[in-house]
């Protein structure tokens, strides 16, 4: 079955339906209910929960299972049909030049995200270039350069330029030999009018083929407005989710794709540049189930 990895008591649940056939109203309110606990302390967004619990209990009563099929097969394929439809297949990131601009607020991982998918592009053949944008944060400059050393990059900066519009500019002018053109910009602790107002200026210079949304995995709630403020400033295309590493199991992403009818493209798995995962349905499942 698709789904490994599942948490022992949603396992426990599951075992208790071995060799029944049909399920009753209570083993589905069981299951559902083991799920909506594993959701809710992944930080899933309860009307997103509740959504999800609605339709899988709907469809487990409903669909009788295909012969040979037993109760517990049927309702964990149900479970794993509906949350791919809210968790979503992994953003399409086609093997050619582009440029990505990376969103986000200042500590969810942008700068360090930057430098992984340049890596990422780079071991996939093609040649990635960051450019850092970021005029606001003391020390990102020198942060995105050693990472782009680390990862072996081509990379752009200006410390001694404050407009980062120009830097955006200049940047792809100096760096117009590389074919995946990454564009880190400034986050700010919250979505103050001057950080958006920034970002959609840089978004208009360079044009993006995605921009995408870097959030911390312990976003929790925060995640809707965030996704609704960048996705009306910019259009958000997919979301990159940082610190999966840690104990946070990132389910506030799932608000932002929804919000912003996205898609999750990659994960941060650790501080180095080889840290990073194109993101992957099944195993993100499992992680917010366990
Ligand atoms: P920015 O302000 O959005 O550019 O954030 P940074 O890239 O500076 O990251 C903030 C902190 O999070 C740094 O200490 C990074 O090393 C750390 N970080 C970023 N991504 C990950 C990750 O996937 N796992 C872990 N453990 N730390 C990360």
Redesign the pocket.
């Known amino acids: 079955m698709v789904l490994d990895n599942l948490g022992s008591s949603l396992r426990g649940t599951l075992e208790t339906l071995q060799g029944k056939t049909r399920l009753s109203e209570e083993d589905v309110e069981a299951v559902v209910r083991e799920i909506q606990r594993s959701l809710l302390q992944a930080d899933v967004d309860v009307s997103l929960v509740m959504e999800l619990s609605d339709s899988i209990k709907t469809r487990a009563l409903k669909e009788e299972p295909p012969g040979g099929t037993s109760a517990r097969d049927h309702v964990l394929k149900i479970v794993y049909e509906e949350m791919v439809a809210i968790v979503g297949e992994s953003t399409e990131i086609p093997l050619e030049p582009q440029t990505i601009l990376?969103a986000?607020?200042?500590?969810?991982?942008?700068?360090?995200?930057?430098?992984?998918m340049a890596w990422w592009f780079s071991k996939k053949g093609l040649r990635p270039a960051v450019i850092q944008t970021?005029t606001f944060?003391p020390?990102?400059y020198d942060?995105?350069k050693q990472?782009c050393e680390r990862a072996e990059v081509e990379f752009y900066g200006d410390p001694d330029e404050s407009d980062p519009v120009t830097i955006a500019r200049e940047g792809l002018e100096a760096t117009e030999d590389a074919d995946v053109h990454i564009v880190?910009t400034a986050?700010r602790h919250g979505l103050e009018d001057e950080l958006i107002a920034e970002i959609e200026e840089i978004e208009g210079l360079v044009s993006p083929d995605l921009s995408l949304l870097?959030f911390?995995?312990a976003i929790g709630q925060g995640a809707k407005e965030q996704a609704r403020q960048f996705e009306e400033a910019i259009g958000i295309d997919g979301v990159m989710i940082?610190?999966?590493?840690?104990t946070a199991k990132g389910g506030g992403a799932l608000t932002a794709v929804n919000e912003t009818d996205s898609s999750i493209a990659f994960?941060?798995?650790?501080?180095t540049v080889q840290?990073?995962e194109r993101f992957e349905p099944n195993g993100f499942i499992s992680r917010l189930l366990g």
């Open positions: 990376l986000g607020l200042q500590g969810s991982g942008k700068t360090t995200s930057a430098a992984k970021d944060r020390g990102a942060q995105a990472m880190d986050g870097v911390d995995a940082t610190k999966l590493d840690g994960l941060g798995t650790g501080e840290d990073i």
